[in-house]
């Protein structure tokens, strides 16, 4: 158990609404991860995070913001929900610090825009 | 641009056969890391094998192994023994170190008949 909780890990929402999904670590780890999976995409990065108020971008990061305030909280935050950000968010830590190692994921938030 | 390429979309193997799901990747990078990820229908990501580039030495972990060829940058996972459980998709990935990013490949469905 890699003591990751995403919530919610349901949601409904209209387009052009705020979204939140929050992540939650209990191992203190430094960085962490949003992933969206799509059909026929795998996985892809939104962003990541190697320290509290230190973020960076990943490959599909247009539309999406993130903050973390706390070691152990990652946000990732859709300003103005659209349908093409229907898919299944992931929440990762890398226990090795960003080094050469895997990532281990929280079970995922589904997103539903309407 | 890193690349990782699953050319099977699908495949099928009955139970107690041996099945192999291909991975091919492309990175100018000499030093990286390579993992294959299972999703079950359950949604979660679960770590099934790592393998370090500079080691010559396929990994391997029980019924799991893999076949690293790194001048075709090629990355198999073969399953043995398959079992009902291992139904599930089946991701490759390979991170170059750089905070620990990981580049998914599209994914291989794999179905386990009796």
């Known amino acids: 158990d890699a003591g990751i909780t995403q919530s919610p890990r349901h949601k409904v929402t209209e387009t052009g609404t705020p979204v939140t999904l929050r992540c939650h670590q209990t191992e203190n780890h430094r960085y962490m991860y949003w992933y969206r999976q799509d059909p026929g995409h795998g996985l892809r990065l939104i962003h990541y995070?190697?320290?509290?108020?230190?973020?960076d971008k990943g490959e599909v990061s247009d539309g999406y913001s993130v903050s973390r305030s706390k070691t152990e909280d990652f946000l990732l935050t859709l300003e103005s929900a659209t349908s093409s950000q229907t898919s299944v968010y992931f929440c990762?830590?890398?226990?090795?610090?960003?080094?050469?190692?895997?990532?281990?994921f929280g079970e995922g938030s589904r997103l539903t825009v309407l | 641009a890193q690349t990782v390429t699953q050319s099977q979309p699908e495949m099928s193997v009955q139970e107690a056969e041996t099945v192999t799901l291909s991975c091919t990747y492309d990175?100018?990078?000499?030093?990286?890391?390579l993992f294959w990820y299972k999703q079950p229908p359950s949604r979660q990501m679960i770590l099934v094998i790592r393998q370090e580039a500079y080691k010559q030495q396929n990994a391997t972990e029980n019924r799991f192994s893999v076949n690293f060829q790194k001048a075709a940058k090629s990355f198999s996972l073969k399953i043995s023994d398959s079992q009902l459980g291992d139904t599930a998709m089946y991701f490759c990935?390979?991170?170059?170190?750089?905070?620990?990013?990981?580049?998914f490949g599209t994914g291989t469905r794999l179905q386990v008949t009796l």
């Open positions: 990175t100018s990078e000499n030093n990286y890391y």
């Open positions: 990935a390979f991170t170059t170190g750089t905070a620990s990013k990981l580049t």
């Open positions: 990762a830590i890398s226990p090795t610090g960003g080094g050469h190692g895997e990532l281990f």
């Open positions: 995070s190697y320290g509290v108020k230190d973020t």
